[in-house]
């Protein structure tokens, strides 16, 4: 007499496949029994970041342990504040100099130089352009940054989002939405206009 058995493998390939399924049916019943659990499982964060808080994070990274490290991290971080900030305020303050006091030739002649040297070790513009560029592609480059380890999951984003349980914005494993504030718009128009007063 043969026997029979069934293979649950037929039905579910791997362990991973059954649980994400059971994931997917439990999930609308505890998000309605607990409605906070919406918020730490699907929820959006944004920050917003300036010059200091980049050059605060690029310091932190420095190993306390390495002296090389500590000094080699905190010295880009005092050129980087240098020139993409001080700088460019030094230069305005010359340039104020320059139109609102009348001066004599040589004081003129010595205030172009200031002015010269100065653009030199500025960089703002520079700086703005790649956080603007960065800022467009981010969105592209996050995609391509996990798409591997994320290929598994597509099936059930698509599972979850025609059960309703997420938006179709929502089904992606990881993706970083950058955008660029007024701010930035502003800074890139000031460092255009302060290099062509130069001129």
Same mark, same amino acid.
């Given at each position: 007499?043969?026997? $029979?058995?069934?293979?649950?493998?037929?039905?579910?390939?791997?362990? %991973?496949?059954?649980? #994400?399924?059971?994931?997917?049916?439990? #999930?609308?019943?505890? &998000? $309605?029994? &607990?409605?906070?659990?919406?918020?730490?499982?699907?929820?959006?964060? @944004?920050?917003?970041?300036?010059?200091? #808080?980049?050059?605060?994070?690029?310091? @932190?990274?420095?190993?306390?342990?390495? %002296?090389?490290?500590?000094?080699?991290?905190?010295?880009?971080? %005092?050129? %980087?504040? !240098?020139?993409?900030?001080?700088?460019?305020?030094?230069?305005?303050?010359?340039?104020?100099?320059? +139109? @609102?006091?009348?001066?004599?030739?040589? #004081?003129?002649?010595?205030?172009?130089?200031?002015?010269?040297? !100065?653009?030199?070790? /500025? $960089?703002?513009?520079?700086?703005?352009?790649?956080?603007?560029?960065?800022?467009? /592609?981010?969105?592209?480059?996050?995609? &391509?940054?996990?798409?591997?380890?994320?290929?598994?999951?597509?099936?059930?984003?698509?599972?979850?989002?025609?059960?309703?349980?997420?938006?179709?914005?929502?089904?992606?494993?990881? $993706?970083?939405?950058?955008?660029? /504030?007024?701010?930035? +718009?502003?800074? !890139? @128009?000031?460092?255009?206009? !302060?290099?062509?007063?130069?001129?």
């Amino acid at each position: 007499m043969k026997t $029979y058995h069934r293979n649950c493998c037929v039905c579910f390939p791997n362990m %991973f496949t059954f649980l #994400s399924l059971l994931r997917l049916l439990l #999930s609308p019943i505890l &998000f $309605y029994l &607990f409605p906070h659990l919406r918020f730490l499982v699907f929820s959006t964060w @944004s920050c917003r970041y300036s010059i200091f #808080s980049v050059a605060k994070l690029i310091a @932190s990274q420095a190993d306390p342990s390495s %002296f090389g490290n500590l000094v080699g991290l905190h010295f880009t971080v %005092f050129l %980087f504040v !240098l020139c993409s900030f001080i700088v460019p305020v030094l230069q305005i303050l010359c340039l104020s100099v320059m +139109w @609102s006091r009348p001066l004599t030739l040589r #004081s003129q002649k010595k205030h172009v130089i200031r002015v010269e040297i !100065l653009a030199a070790w /500025q $960089y703002l513009e520079v700086y703005l352009i790649a956080i603007v560029i960065a800022t467009l /592609q981010i969105g592209t480059v996050s995609g &391509f940054m996990v798409e591997k380890e994320c290929a598994g999951l597509v099936d059930i984003f698509q599972t979850m989002v025609t059960a309703g349980v997420i938006k179709e914005r929502d089904a992606t494993c990881f $993706y970083v939405n950058a955008g660029i /504030q007024s701010g930035c +718009w502003w800074l !890139l @128009s000031a460092a255009v206009m !302060l290099n062509a007063s130069i001129l």
